[in-house]
């Protein structure tokens, strides 16, 4: 129970969660209120018995969600774990034991797909409330379990749990804007941006809005720095490595790119390539429409990409590498205990390894050393061109076919493309813009590739040259 | 007392720090924002669809007057703070346990993290709604520079209170220095800087020049402590006030055309 006694846990998720339902009760309630007398109710269906028609509407729907809340927050108000309400003890073994970074990975994408294929549907308000609601209701379910409210609810973490939900719900807005606009666009009518052209005074409106914003912020802040203090451990200590160690949270989705990527492809390359393919993209997006206004279909590519980039492989990542990674990096599932004594298997192969001993039946080819250095050149010349010579000539060698790999992936592909499923881009963007994106698209792709590779192969690495702390 | 309020509003001196009357009608409501100097930021006037909170999210806003509050709980808890190894850590716990003040430090690391988020959500937004494209595509390019050094700020702050989480945070974000194709010395490459010995070693690659020595210490906790109070935020300052400049010059506020 992590250094503190079974009553003191259970008054401590009390604590958290009698709010939390009691907030979530008045959320409900507030959109059946609006429901009811703002926008008028919808009737789902009539109850129907001889003699008798109740028409169940949203607002009581809404209503009824909002009490079955109430009644939850009454249940975790006496901190008694057996009082509790909180997820089956099977569904919890079950997640454990069937999550991993596979499941996982496979897990979101797909449902980031599905998300994006039926958009009309699941923006659709009532559709997008009941999985809102949902969302919420899994993290009150999942916090008397304490191994979830140790990771959940540790300081440092609250932040990304308030990310999920922010961009759960700004994706919704988004997508549910973009919905209606193409609908509208379809129909020949213009964005609904569009159709409030009035200009108003700067001073009050904006003025206004904007001070409102500042005091609701400022107020958030405090109440935030009241009820929850900011982490401070133990002195540091240079000599006692806490385990697992972690980056800044916003940085962990490159700490787990290093279960894939050597540093400094993890840490270095590709960091750096997310920033210029960001400051790239109003360059290479060459698509006019979509400017101003929320939109998917009329910039399908560019918006698919983005969101591949944003939502998966940034942030699905980041949420990987916070919550679900322990000790030694082992991934543990949302209710398990992190134990730092998990062992997990790791035989990784290289691909030269697979080639020569695995394929050829015969060992690695020997690192050549090269005698022929002219003596007669300066230290500094010379003291270059041994290494890499002797670089190259292991590239040709003992790693020939990741090499080949490699090099054919992004030297072929570009052309490739460009005269097939990428042709239309090629003739708009010209060669250097085109090669531009093809090239940070394929490093983009890089990663799930290799995740894949790794995945079904155990492959380690395409190009493994540690002699010259190259590996790929 | 409405006596008392028009002494003091026909006074010289308010006069002379306001130069337009109250702005109740719709003169005064322009003349405001073109004499105030914290309003001439804003154009007069604006399309109403543009400030929509569905549309905008407020998130580019937030993100500013996070920084403000930042740099006004950064400054008052630099009173306290002595970046040093004998005292940082100390400095921290005594401003959660002694001062009164000491919920600066809750706000102030709070308000980095909301800032982090906001300024995500922020680019979110402007990339969902295509606002990075022509003529606004420099002003993106601002902005990610923006968002770069926001997580720098908050990396550089991460390791002020010298505690056990702020140190390997640290130490494994740093790591990733000395991995630098040719610049860090386990790098690809980095042999090939050699003057017949070789010029990236620990002691002078690029983690080096990152922490100031060859790990996390007191000379790295002085390197953070500039970047994160002086160095950082007065980039960070120059960068905005060309953002927000840039949002007036390209059109304002985007919106479809």
């Known amino acids: 129970m992590h250094g503190i006694s079974p009553q003191q846990f259970a008054e401590s998720v009390s604590a958290f969660l009698v709010p939390f339902y009691i907030a979530l009760a008045a959320m409900n309630g507030i959109a059946a209120l609006l429901m009811w007398r703002k926008f008028g109710p919808v009737t789902y ?47 919890r073994e079950f997640v454990n034991s069937q999550t991993g970074p596979v499941i996982y990975t496979l897990g979101t994408t797909t449902v980031l797909v599905i998300l994006f294929l039926f958009r009309s549907w699941f923006v659709k308000p009532a559709v997008a409330w009941s999985i809102w609601n949902l969302m919420l209701l899994f993290l009150g379910l999942s916090m008397p379990d304490p191994n979830f409210f140790a990771i959940v609810a540790k300081p440092d973490n609250v932040p990304i749990v308030a990310l999920v939900f922010l961009l759960a719900f700004f994706t919704w807005l988004a997508t549910w804007k973009a919905v209606q606009n193409d609908k509208r666009m379809e129909a020949g009518e213009p964005p609904l941006e569009k159709l409030d052209d009035e200009k108003i005074l700067v001073w009050p409106d904006l003025v206004y809005t904007e001070m409102i914003c500042m005091i609701a912020l400022t107020a958030v802040l405090i109440f935030w720095a009241m ?16 385990n697992p160690s972690k980056a800044p949270w916003y940085f962990l989705g490159l ?14 390359v590709l960091p750096s390539l997310i920033i210029v393919g960001l400051m790239a993209i109003p360059y290479i997006d060459f698509n006019k429409q979509g400017n101003g206004y929320y939109t998917i279909k009329q910039r399908k590519f560019a918006y698919i990409v983005f969101q591949l980039g944003f939502l998966e492989l940034w ?28 062992v997990e298997a790791l035989n990784n192969i290289n691909l030269s390894e697979y080639f020569w001993q695995r394929g050829l039946g015969r060992s690695l080819p020997m690192v050549p050393q090269l005698q022929w250095i002219p003596e007669y050149l300066p230290t500094w010349i010379s003291g270059w061109f041994q290494p890499v010579a002797q670089f190259v000539s292991i590239l040709f060698t003992r790693e020939v076919v990741g090499t080949l790999l490699v090099l054919s992936y992004f030297i072929i592909l570009p052309p490739l493309g460009a005269i097939t499923v990428f042709r239309n881009f090629y003739q708009r963007m010209g060669f250097i813009r085109y090669m531009v994106l093809a090239n940070l698209l394929l490093f983009m792709a890089a990663l799930p590739i290799k995740m894949v590779l790794r995945w079904s192969f155990n492959l380690k690495y395409l190009i493994a040259i540690p002699e010259y702390f190259l590996n790929f | 007392m409405a006596g008392l309020g028009e002494i003091i509003t026909e006074s010289q001196i308010w006069k002379s720090i306001f130069r337009h009357p109250m702005p109740v009608d719709r003169r005064n409501r322009i003349v405001v924002m073109l004499t105030n100097f914290f309003l001439h930021l804003h154009p007069v006037s604006i399309k109403k669809q543009g400030i929509a909170l569905s549309y905008t999210w407020c998130m580019g806003g937030v993100t500013f007057f996070l920084f403000l509050v930042e740099t006004v709980t950064g400054v008052l808890l630099m009173f306290y703070y002595r970046p040093t190894l004998e005292w940082a850590y100390n400095d921290i716990l005594a401003l959660r346990d002694i001062y009164s003040l000491g919920i600066m430090r809750e706000i102030h690391r709070w ?25 606004r595509e420099f002003n993106w390019v601002v902005g990610v520079i923006l ?36 610049l860090g010395h386990e790098g690809p490459g980095h042999q090939l800087l050699t003057l017949g010995y070789p010029m990236i070693t620990s002691g002078s690659d690029a983690r080096f020049a990152l922490l100031g020595a060859r790990n996390v210490g007191e000379e790295t906790l002085n390197r953070f402590y500039i970047l994160h109070c002086i160095a950082i935020p007065l980039a960070v300052s120059l960068l905005l006030a060309i953002h927000f400049w840039r949002v007036r010059k390209d059109g304002g506020i985007s919106g479809p055309l």
């Open chain 1, 45 to 91: 269906f009539r109850l129907r018995t001889p003699g008798f028609s109740f028409p169940v509407t949203n607002a009581l729907v809404w209503t009824i969600v909002a009490l079955g809340f109430a009644v939850l927050s009454a249940m975790a108000a006496g901190a008694n774990l057996s009082m509790m309400p909180k997820m089956p003890e099977s569904f």
């Open chain 1, 227 to 242: 009820w929850l203090q900011a982490p401070l451990e133990e002195p540091a200590s240079s000599v006692k490595t806490p």
């Open chain 1, 255 to 268: 700490q787990e790119m290093l279960v894939y990527y050597d540093p400094w492809m993890a840490g270095v």
């Open chain 1, 315 to 342: 942030v699905t990542l980041i949420v990987l590498g916070t919550l679900l990674r322990g000790p030694n990096w082992n991934f543990f599932g949302p209710y398990e205990h992190w134990d730092a004594h998990k």
């Open chain 2, 111 to 135: 308000g980095a993290h909301a800032m982090v988020i906001t300024v995500w959500l922020h680019m979110y937004r402007v990339f969902l709604t295509g606002s990075y494209k022509p003529p």
């Open chain 2, 147 to 182: 968002l770069l050094l926001t997580l720098l700020l908050s990396f550089t702050g991460y390791l002020l209170p010298w505690d056990q989480l702020a140190v390997w945070a640290i130490t494994v974000g740093s790591n990733m220095a000395r991995a630098t194709p040719i």
